[in-house]
């Protein structure tokens, strides 16, 4: 990878996990935490010691599988009033954005969300970080959001596990619609 990509690379994720790639997001907003002392490395991750840590709502209450609590998560969004057509069409591991969510954001000694949350190094060892990425298909009523996004879009979910309950917990997730270009039509002036 080269240097370009790299700045590129910090950039978006500095972005993303800034809440600007959230403008108009449904009703999820990312916000600071308060920080306290980091826990001993040998800590499981537990709700008790996190908890009050994380801002956003846990992904899914009941589910122990990251992949099934995604999904749920973005069905929940067919309960706004604004949306009038939601299906989710796939979900999987994005392994590559999972890698640099722990380069950039789990194991950097300088990373402010890690001291903010109390991250360790032996956590990301023990596989409690995912980001899930999924497709979906959306309309919304228009007169009811502003919110711009439609048809074919997909999210990725950065997650954290509770290692005591097994449930996963919403770090921050980026959406946007999915542009194809066989679906693109190209007027010519003549």
Request: hydrophobic share 35%; charged share 25%; net charge negative.
């Amino acid at each position: 990878m080269n240097r370009k990509s790299i700045i590129s690379l910090s950039l978006a994720l500095t972005l993303m996990m800034s809440g600007c790639g959230n403008k108009g997001a449904p009703d999820r907003h990312n916000s600071r935490v308060t920080t306290e002392a980091p826990l001993p490395a040998d800590t499981p991750h537990t709700v008790s010691d996190f908890s009050g840590k994380y801002s956003l709502p846990l992904v899914d209450d009941a589910a122990t599988d990251p992949l099934e609590a995604a999904r749920r998560y973005v069905e929940s969004y067919a309960e706004l009033p604004y949306v009038s057509n939601l299906e989710v069409k796939d979900a999987f591991f994005a392994d590559e954005l999972t890698q640099n969510y722990l380069k950039y954001w789990v194991l950097a000694e300088d990373s402010e969300i890690r001291k903010d949350y109390g991250w360790t190094d032996d956590m990301a060892e023990r596989g409690i970080f995912k980001v899930v990425h999924v497709d979906y298909y959306a309309n919304y009523d228009h007169t009811q959001t502003s919110f711009d996004m439609e048809g074919d879009c997909f999210i990725n979910i950065y997650m954290v596990q509770y290692e005591d309950t097994g449930l996963w917990q919403e770090i921050t997730h980026d959406y946007r619609p999915v542009v194809r270009n066989d679906t693109v039509e190209v007027q010519q002036h003549g």
